[in-house]
């Protein structure tokens, strides 16, 4: 069955430090992965997705996901984080008919 | 923006009252999802419809029931809400790639609370 594990419930940055967001899945296949972030009072709004090819994925607002099948994990990067970044990230895997998501992290951002 | 509106917004509902949720699209997706996000829990699939009249259970589906008429709409049902039916419900939408889903777009979310 697939799953999908993010191990930080919380994290706090400071505004222009980088950022690493966790995922971890379980999947029987080549997996499709997403990210999406979700301001507060907000739908979900996608920020990148990998399906095949160049496991370095580039994604709006400065994001990036790298693929690694070895490790089973599609972790969210940003290199300097802004005070707009603060929201909740949730990881996704499919494909198929549904999508499974993570429990989400939030993240702050100190100024 | 992917054109999805969720009708009504904000939803206050008396414990065994029957509650109709709408999502409406207007991108042609064959694809159509009904999710609750509880704190603690992320966001946890309630049904879904892969076309007119073809719909299926999520991990969550107790105590609900849907409906697709037409390509644009797809209804959420709580046959008699209860309290732990209160919750945040976002709709999301998806188009297929060579018969697999492409990624989900949501709608803005509906608040509901069940007194």
């Known amino acids: 069955a697939q799953s999908v594990t993010q191990p930080d419930i919380h994290i706090t940055v400071s505004e222009g430090a980088s950022l690493e967001l966790r995922c971890n899945y379980s999947y029987g296949a080549t997996p499709y992965l997403f990210w999406y972030v979700q301001s507060p009072g907000q739908g979900l709004q996608l920020l990148l997705k990998?399906?095949?090819?160049?496991?370095l994925v580039q994604g709006i607002k400065g994001f990036e996901a790298e693929f690694k099948r070895s490790q089973s994990s599609f972790n969210l990067r940003k290199p300097s984080v802004h005070w707009s970044d603060a929201a909740e990230y949730f990881c996704?895997?499919?494909?198929?008919?549904?999508?499974?998501f993570g429990k989400g992290t939030r993240l702050h951002i100190l100024p | 923006d992917a054109g999805i509106t969720q009708s009504p917004r904000h939803k206050v509902t008396e414990t065994g009252t029957p509650v109709t949720l709408r999502c409406h699209q207007t991108?042609?997706?064959?694809?159509m999802y009904w999710y609750r996000q509880d704190p603690g829990h992320g966001l946890r699939l309630i049904h879904y419809s892969y076309g007119v009249k073809d719909t299926d259970k999520g991990e969550v589906s107790d105590g609900y029931s849907v409906s697709r008429s037409k390509t644009e709409d797809f209804l959420l049902t709580l046959e008699s809400a209860t309290s732990s039916q209160t919750s945040v419900y976002f709709c999301?939408?998806?188009?297929?790639?060579?018969?697999?889903?492409?990624?989900?777009?949501f709608g803005p979310g509906t608040r509901l609370t069940v007194t």
């Open positions: 999301a939408i998806s188009e297929s790639i060579a018969g697999d889903p492409y990624e989900q777009y």
């Open positions: 990998y399906f095949s090819g160049d496991t």
């Open positions: 991108e042609n997706h064959r694809y």
């Open positions: 996704a895997v499919g494909p198929y008919d549904k999508i499974i």
